[in-house]
């Protein structure tokens, strides 16, 4: 079974910076692209940022050039570098990770974790 677990999260003030963490476990045969979304207190989920077992990255409009993320394949890791935080960047921060063989992939989604941007 595959566990997803995020930290991270934290209360910070606006213009300042925060790294997420994702670590997967578990029994995995390969770890392909790796997400981060974010839910908005009283909005749907919304894909921030993902990046591939290769390392190419993509990400949201609002967080181009503020964003960053990364991974360590060899730690099964993937992070979330957000600088210049803004009030609308609060929420809770989930990682999805679509693991698996070539023929049968699944996705896995963590709990998340809690980001305040707050003065």
């Known amino acids: 079974q595959v566990q997803v677990v995020e930290s991270g999260g934290a209360v910070v003030q606006p213009g300042g910076s925060l790294r997420l963490s994702c670590v997967v476990s578990?029994?995995?045969?390969?770890?392909?692209?790796m997400a981060w979304y974010h839910e908005a207190p009283g909005k749907q989920r919304e894909w921030v940022a993902t990046?591939?077992?290769?390392?190419?990255?993509t990400y949201e409009d609002s967080v181009k050039g503020r964003f960053t993320i990364s991974r360590n394949n060899a730690q099964k890791t993937a992070y979330l570098q957000m600088n210049r935080l803004k009030h609308e960047d609060t929420g809770v921060y989930s990682c999805?990770?679509?693991?698996?063989?070539?023929?049968?992939?699944?996705?896995?989604w963590g709990r998340g974790t809690q980001l305040t941007v707050s003065s």
């Open positions: 999805y990770v679509e693991e698996g063989d070539p023929e049968n992939k699944a996705g896995n």
């Open positions: 578990g029994t995995i045969w390969m770890i392909y692209d």
């Open positions: 990046i591939t077992n290769s390392g190419s990255t």
